[in-house]
């Protein structure tokens, strides 16, 4: 396993956040260009929740192209597009 280094950022425009270096739940972090603010922990929440949503999406798309072809049909719910204030660069 190899180590990754993420960044957290806007969900509005993309861009990396700004805050302390040692955070605690309740310090602040903001867009430097839009101003889209919020404490850490609500900044976490929203990072933790659209990691899992992008890791659910890539799972299905593997299950979907190892199947590809073959009698076993991968079946998954459509997701609705939300909104995250805040998510990371992750690559999965």
Do not use: W
């Not at 903001?30 to 101003?35: E, I, L, Q, T, Y």
């Not at 991968?74 to 204030?85: E, I, Q």
């Amino acid at each position: 396993m190899t180590d990754q280094s993420v960044s957290i950022l806007c969900g509005t425009c993309r861009v990396a956040v700004e805050g302390p270096t040692e955070p605690q739940d309740e310090s602040a972090y903001s867009c430097p260009s839009c101003g889209n603010s919020g404490k850490f922990k609500n900044v976490i929440a929203s990072v933790k929740a659209f990691t899992e949503e992008q890791m659910s999406h890539s799972f299905d798309k593997m299950a979907r192209d190892t199947f590809r072809g073959s009698i076993v049909q991968v079946a998954s719910k459509p997701t609705p597009k939300r909104f995250y204030p805040f998510i990371t660069d992750m690559k999965l």
